[in-house]
């Protein structure tokens, strides 16, 4: 009888702990809605125009934006077989070197949006149903159409985005092959030091414009 209950009690805590990740786990769609919508309300902001106004709200963009997006994720799929060659200094470095380059790249091609609605237009679970691509089409104020998707995974109980396609290109594949170049002639430190170099030098041509 004792041995009997032992195991009830055991099934029954699978059940709670599942039943607490499936609670954390919302739906990707949903987890991704609300971030794109507070990013986009952003770029509404009047003051966002103003490139002195701009500034703290870009940080609160870029706070919106690592709510959401796993930029650990981003680096060690882009640099790829290299990664774990890289210090945990290194990994720190690059990490946000990468983050503040990528977020710039997200903002640019966002910017033009003029307050129209966002149509989400597909999810596309895996079949294991820990990964997902969420299909949008942002609509930009010269009435242009740009397709945005974002692909998600199920990380720690929680919906994180791993990458975004802007016009059906993948960020991750677009630095990768470059990463990898810099790689093969040279070393973790200097990579950094190009991706940081790169990422002051577009968010200098942000500010002015």
Known sequence: MMRLLRNMVVVLCGVVMLAGVSYAAESPSATLRVKVDQILEVLKEPGYKDPIKRVPLRAQIEKYVHE??????????TVGRNWPSFTEAQKERFDKAFA??????YLDKVQGYNGEKIDYSGEVLSTKGDRAEIQTIV???DGKPVPVAYRMMLKNGKWVVYDVLIENISL?????????DVLTRGTP?????????????LQAQSTVN
Do not use: H
């Open 172 to 180: 991750i594949k677009n630095y990768r092959s470059q990463f990898q």
């Open 68 to 77: 959401v997006f796993d930029f650990n994720e981003f680096s060690a799929r």
């Open 100 to 105: 503040d380059l990528l977020l710039i790249t």
């Open 189 to 201: 430190e200097q990579l950094i030091d190009k991706v940081e170099s790169r990422a002051r030098e």
């Open 139 to 141: 609509t930009l104020s």
